[in-house]
């Protein structure tokens, strides 16, 4: 007959075993269903919207611990997202200017500048300049004529009137010819006025993330582990092994070691939910504030418990940028674009995350939308 501290005993060590067990059964599925390729859902008018693909939701691991990630990726978390529908590929200049046309909505890059929005990214007390320099324009990549220390972003960069959506890189440049390129020079509030006009919404930056996987556990890249399999780009990047980045010339093409400009939406193989150029040829804006520090905030409340459809911050905070106030207003962006690369930008990876200025369209910058 079992003593009553040799019975307690026993039944602890069954428990035990069981959790233990338990533990390393749920490990095993994890690691079972991020091997098993989903299956690709795209919408057709009748079942789920046009253009758009079903992203199931799940239980994730959102930010990376990697040697490449920054200190804003960290640290890995556990979050789930519900399933939702997600633009196959960025909105296109097509898209927009049926948006355009149908609204006459006049975007931010084509308006004269609000000092209200301009002043709260300066340091405190700067004086208005005369409204002649407030003109209508956006920031445009110009590149540089031969190699530089990429210490300041001001040598490639420059705000010039006239660019916008429709003059991406000012006014002599056009999107003739571009209409299924993604739409770039779209500031947080164009892309709100078009995704009330189109009946969508922007996703969190834990769906875009878990989009961005497409199925791979903490996967380095959005296709896997390696940058170019078998010698081969599988995004819109920036190939420093061909030319130096930013270095701009005549013989600017794909060949040439860059696009230094957008391609066509889905000229690179989709992920695992049928979704294109998640990573590279433009940055994404997605819903939430930026906060560098968030993703500790979240550790710290949360521990290691699960995330449930995180919302993101209720405010911003970003102390890298030198001469803005930490707490400027930003937006996040995700999925870099054609000019990232491996000497300064590797933001081409699921969780590479930064802020931007909600009212400053750039010329690598676009979304995408997605709908309950």
Not at 7 to 36: E, H, M, N, P
Not at 67 to 75: G, T, V
Request: glycine content about 10%; overall charge positive; aromatic content about 12%.
């Amino acid at each position: 007959m079992l003593t009553r501290n040799r019975w307690l005993f026993l039944t602890g060590a069954v428990l035990l075993a069981l959790v233990i067990g338990g533990f390393f059964a749920y490990q095993w599925l994890i690691a079972r269903d991020a091997s098993k390729p989903p299956v690709i859902m795209r919408g057709d008018g009748s079942n789920g919207p046009k253009g758009m693909v079903w992203v199931p939701g799940g239980e994730f691991l959102m930010g990376s611990d990697h040697k490449l990630a920054q200190q804003n990726e960290r640290p890995t978390h556990r979050v789930r997202v519900n399933g939702f529908w997600m633009d196959a590929t960025h909105v296109t200049n097509d898209q927009f200017s049926r948006f355009v046309k149908a609204t006459n909505y006049v975007t931010t890059a084509e308006k004269t500048p609000d000092w209200n929005t301009v002043k709260v990214q300066l340091p405190p007390g700067t004086p208005k300049p005369p409204d002649s320099v407030l003109v209508p324009g956006a920031m445009v990549f110009t590149g540089t004529s031969k190699p530089v220390r990429l210490n300041d972003y001001s040598q490639w960069w420059a705000y010039v009137p006239g660019a916008s959506w429709r003059h991406p890189n000012g006014p002599n440049s056009g999107i003739e010819g571009k209409g299924d390129h993604p739409v770039v020079q779209v500031s947080y509030e164009d892309v709100l006025a078009y995704a009330k006009w189109v009946g969508k919404r922007l996703p969190t930056e834990a769906e875009w993330e878990f989009a961005a996987r497409g199925g791979l556990n903490q996967a380095t890249y959005a296709w896997g582990d390696e940058l170019a399999p078998n010698g081969k780009l599988q995004a819109n990047i920036w190939d420093v092994k061909v030319r130096p980045f930013p270095v701009v010339g005549p013989a600017v093409s794909p060949e040439a070691g860059g696009a230094v400009g957008t391609l066509s939406a889905g000229t690179f193989p989709q992920n695992g939910y049928g979704l294109f150029d998640m990573t590279g040829n433009a940055w994404q804006w997605v819903a939430d504030w930026y906060r560098a520090d968030y993703f500790p905030m979240q550790a710290k409340e949360f521990g290691k418990k699960l995330i449930v459809d995180p919302r993101g911050p209720n405010d911003s905070y970003d102390p890298s940028e030198y001469g803005v106030p930490h707490n400027a207003p930003k937006r996040v962006i995700r999925g870099g674009s054609f000019l990232c690369n491996e000497d300064y930008c590797q933001s081409y990876r699921p969780s590479a995350r930064r802020g931007a200025d909600p009212f400053s369209p750039m010329s690598h910058l676009g979304f995408r939308l997605v709908k309950d």
